[in-house]
């Protein structure tokens, strides 16, 4: 790969069937950079990223680092485990001793040290989310997918979390590849959108908007302006 390019698709293509739902795609992210994906339901962003993940076949080139996580819409968490629990799954690699330390890390990154001990039906759609991410950056990965994260939360707590992201990764800036239906959720997090349409990408716009962002950004003429080219591009797919 290119130097700084961290993930490279060349000619990717998915079928279901007699139906090709990704077509002869190729894009690439680069090293620590926020990449959001918008399109109408059905447009290929969901399968795009379960290629990714090798999760279904597809044919054509994936470049990209083999630690992987990812995160789904529906709070991919374990009802039995607690919040420690589920942060600690995936870690039986590691000694006691270096478990206990990367689970208190990261239920102080996610703020959910008062909560260690609940399990997922005793806390909020939100806070399992963080949990699911928790879970995702456990095994420190250089590329984290998401996929609809904030989708089945109320505005008030998307935006919420939104910034919460965004406060991870200026911390640990791995490379993301974030699906939305929401645009404006795309625009305030990423440093590139890419429209998908009938399985291919539309158009792709950088997002030059001064970081770290703030909610009243969501309002200034520029934010607002990419938003509606970004949705005249949608409208014609």
């Known amino acids: 790969m290119i130097d700084g390019v961290h993930i490279q698709v060349e000619g990717l293509r998915v079928r279901y069937g007699e139906k090709e739902v990704i077509h002869d795609l190729s894009f690439s992210a680069d090293r620590g950079e926020f990449v959001a994906i918008v399109g109408k339901s059905g447009s290929g962003k969901s399968t795009l990223l379960h290629a990714l993940a090798g999760f279904i076949e597809s044919q054509g080139k994936i470049l990209m680092p083999g630690d992987v996580g990812m995160v789904f819409q529906n709070y991919a968490v374990f009802p039995w485990l607690t919040v420690r629990g589920n942060l600690a799954f995936g870690l039986h690699g590691s000694n006691a001793h270096q ?27 939100g ?111």
């Open 99 to 125: 478990r206990d330390e990367i689970v208190a890390r990261l239920l102080e990154m996610t703020g959910l040290a008062e909560e260690a001990k609940k399990y997922p039906a005793q806390i909020s759609g």
């Open 127 to 237: 806070q399992a989310q963080r949990v699911a991410l928790g879970r995702a950056l456990a095994t420190d990965p250089e590329v984290i997918l998401m996929d609809e994260p904030f989708g089945a939360l109320d505005m008030y707590t998307r935006e919420k979390m939104q910034s919460w992201l965004l406060d991870i990764w200026e911390k640990e800036h791995k490379t993301v590849l974030f699906v939305t239906h929401n645009i404006e959720e795309a625009l305030f997090l990423s440093d590139r959108v890419l429209v998908f349409g009938q399985g291919k990408i539309l158009r792709e716009y950088p997002v030059s908007l001064p970081r770290p962002r703030v909610e009243s950004l969501k309002f200034e003429g520029n934010f607002i302006e990419l938003k509606r080219q970004i949705v005249e591009t949608m409208e014609r797919a």
